[in-house]
């Protein structure tokens, strides 16, 4: 039997439920099935995916394998592309993901990019920056990639370039009267398809314009269908804007019945850290973490130009864990009565850490507090400060109870990743130096508990497509809610919330 070859012994507990396929070896990818066993005090039965859910996602594996790199269509829709015919040379179809930002947005990124694909029935390839994706992730798909060829095989270079002036895009395609709308609400090319291009381009960042959010729109849905390639290029978490699109609801509903569950199981679906980040992860476990009866993550996250610490954030915090008794009082008896607790505390400054350490170590709690890293600045484009973000979002996910920073994609993903309701704080990003003033008041509440475990969309359309004109959209159906701490951004929420 081959070192590589499928286990046969695998337990539903590590496939998470069907979730995962058991066509990985373990050695491949030791994530991958040995993820669920540092999430057992949280296991939730009532949190399984769907069958319908496990179905989709066998199919799309399949399509994967049958129309990726290397394959027969594959190379038939790259000479398509390279032609520059919109007409499609094979019947599979292709979404490539252009991700950008910090770690935490680009995964948000990914995943929406991977439930359009799944929805829409079309290839899912990611653009890769420097490698970035292979030295993070596993491969999520068996017996192919989900990697975008690089160099000269795939004909369209210098995706990240691509932005709002695009050509190509949807919105500019929209207002050259390329595409048209007619009196019906259907749109068409506007040449009767002759001249199609042979890519559209699906410009979804967070300045994007209003021809630009067309896309959310069912008559511009169905023209997208029939385009051989996509390219989406977007910083943000997609999902609730999806969920607003009349056509997707019903999938959506089957495949996700618990409908604030949706990133809970794409993100535990599609990531899967590379070996050598896993090794960092559960080395950092067994020795601060693991033994204690409850883990309490604290994220904090500044926006600020200089690195400089804040006291009021730091008030800020532990106002926050001592009035929801998330962490106990500190008193006189409290090094009798210690807490059986640990804390960890990610931030990209230690002076955080440290300030809690004075308050909560010494044997006040159990198991201490700790740091795996403070960077002091976030390094776009640095692979190996993306490895240890992505080892502190894991840790972050094994945690019982979690604080994070509000605007913070770092802390959507833990908390995802980990199903873990959060509370979340306040946050204003710092652009100026007024509003770094050390005497700043902590918001009251310091903090607010997070109507469920699903990242916000920040910046959605307002448009409702079938009114015509802009409407609240937190208000539009009773699962997509404004965001606690984006007050225009949208999340799916727990119905019964």
Same mark, same amino acid.
């Given at each position: 039997l081959s070192l590589d070859a499928p286990p046969s012994d695998l337990t539903a507990d590590q496939l998470l439920d069907g979730l995962l396929t058991a066509e990985f070896s373990k050695r491949s990818c030791r994530s991958r099935y040995e993820f669920a066993s540092y999430h057992e005090k949280k296991k939730n039965t009532s949190h399984k995916p769907s069958p319908y859910l496990l179905? @989709?996602?066998?199919?799309h594996e399949a399509l994967q394998k049958r129309c990726g790199p290397g394959t027969a269509p594959y190379r038939a829709a790259v000479w398509q592309l390279k032609s520059g015919k919109g007409a499609a040379a094979t019947d599979c179809r292709y979404l490539v993901s252009i991700s950008y930002r910090g770690l935490g947005n680009r995964m948000l990124a990914t995943a929406s990019a991977f439930l359009y694909a799944v929805l829409t029935d079309r290839v899912l390839l990611v653009h890769q920056y420097k490698h970035d994706v292979s030295a993070l992730f596993c491969e999520p798909f068996p017996g192919t990639t989900w990697l975008l060829p690089s160099g000269w095989s795939f004909p369209l270079g210098h995706l990240r370039d691509y932005g709002i002036g695009s050509k190509e895009s949807l919105g500019n395609m929209l207002k050259a009267n390329v595409i048209s709308v007619g009196g019906d609400g259907n749109a068409s090319w506007s040449d009767g398809g002759d001249h199609r291009p042979p890519f559209v381009y699906l410009h979804l960042e967070g300045g994007y314009d209003f021809h630009d959010k067309l896309f959310y729109c069912d008559e511009h849905q169905r023209l997208l269908h029939g385009a051989p390639w996509l390219l989406m290029k977007t910083d943000s978490y997609l999902v609730p804007g999806l969920f607003l699109v009349p056509s997707f609801q019903d999938e959506l509903g089957k495949m996700f019945p618990e409908k604030d569950m949706a990133f809970y199981h794409l993100g535990r679906y599609l990531?899967?850290?590379?070996?050598?980040?896993?090794?960092?992860?559960?080395?950092?476990?067994?020795?601060?973490?693991?033994? +204690?009866?409850?883990?309490?993550?604290?994220?904090?996250?500044?926006f600020q130009k200089k690195p400089t610490p804040l006291q009021?954030?730091?008030?800020?915090?532990? %106002?926050? +864990?001592?009035?929801? @008794?998330?962490?106990?009082?500190?008193?006189?008896?409290?090094?009798?009565?210690?807490?059986?607790?640990?804390?960890? +505390?990610?931030?990209? %400054?230690?002076?955080?850490?440290?300030?809690?350490?004075?308050?909560?170590?010494?044997?006040?709690?159990?198991?201490? +507090?700790?740091?795996?890293?403070?960077?002091?600045?976030? @390094?776009?484009?640095?692979? %190996?400060?993306?490895?240890?973000?992505?080892?502190e979002m894991y840790l972050l996910s094994t945690c019982d109870m979690l604080v994070t920073t509000g605007f913070s994609t770092f802390g959507y993903v833990a908390q995802g990743l980990g199903g873990i309701r959060p509370w979340i704080m306040p946050s204003t990003p710092i652009w100026s130096e007024s509003d770094m003033a050390e005497t700043k008041e902590v918001p009251e509440p310091p903090c607010v508990r997070a109507m469920s475990v699903e990242p916000c969309f920040h910046s959605p359309s307002y448009y409702d497509c079938t009114a015509r004109r802009d409407v609240d959209v937190g208000k539009v159906v009773p699962y997509v809610r404004h965001c606690e701490d984006v007050s225009w951004g949208i999340k799916i929420a727990n119905q019964s919330s």
């Open positions: 179905g @989709k996602l066998r199919r990531f899967h850290p590379v070996n050598d980040v896993w090794r960092a992860v559960t080395s950092y476990y067994r020795t601060n973490l693991a033994g +204690v009866g409850q883990r309490v993550g604290i994220q904090i996250r500044v009021y954030i730091l008030d800020q915090v532990l %106002s926050c +864990v001592r009035r929801e @008794k998330l962490l106990p009082e500190i008193t006189s008896s409290s090094m009798i009565n210690a807490s059986d607790q640990v804390i960890l +505390v990610t931030s990209l %400054s230690a002076w955080y850490y440290e300030r809690i350490r004075e308050e909560y170590g010494g044997g006040r709690i159990t198991g201490g +507090v700790h740091q795996p890293s403070h960077e002091g600045r976030q @390094k776009w484009g640095d692979t %190996s400060h993306d490895r240890r973000a992505l080892s």
